[in-house]
């Protein structure tokens, strides 16, 4: 059974800049594509981005040119560096494995001044 721990959360002022970290267990990590979702209050959760076991990555159009996701294969750790955060990035985040439908508790994000 996949195991998913998000840390890294928490509250920064607009413009500023947090990393993610997800750590994960129980499955050959360096073989999966990794996704970050977010889910903000009262709305569903949606995509954010994604890396593949090559290190390829994709991102939602609204984090494009802010977040960046890489990984650590050694560590069985996916990251998500998210500098010039907005308002809008609000949002309780969360990793995942592709194939996997194993959710973590995730990590709340709140940027406000």
């Known amino acids: 059974q996949v195991q998913l721990v998000e840390s890294g959360g928490g509250l920064v002022q607009p413009g500023g800049s947090l990393r993610l970290s997800c750590a994960a267990s129980?499955?050959?990590?360096?073989?999966?594509?990794m996704g970050w979702y977010r889910q903000a209050p009262e709305k569903e959760r949606e995509w954010v981005g994604s890396?593949?076991?090559?290190?390829?990555?994709n991102y939602a159009d609204s984090v494009k040119g802010r977040f960046t996701i890489s990984r650590d294969n050694a560590k069985n750790t996916v990251y998500l560096q998210m500098n010039s955060l907005k308002p809008e990035d609000t949002a309780v985040y969360y990793c995942?494995?592709?194939?996997?439908?194993?959710w973590g508790q995730g990590t709340q994000v709140t940027v406000s001044s």
């Open positions: 129980g499955s050959i990590f360096s073989i999966n594509t």
């Open positions: 890396i593949t076991s090559g290190g390829i990555t």
């Open positions: 995942k494995q592709a194939g996997f439908s194993s």
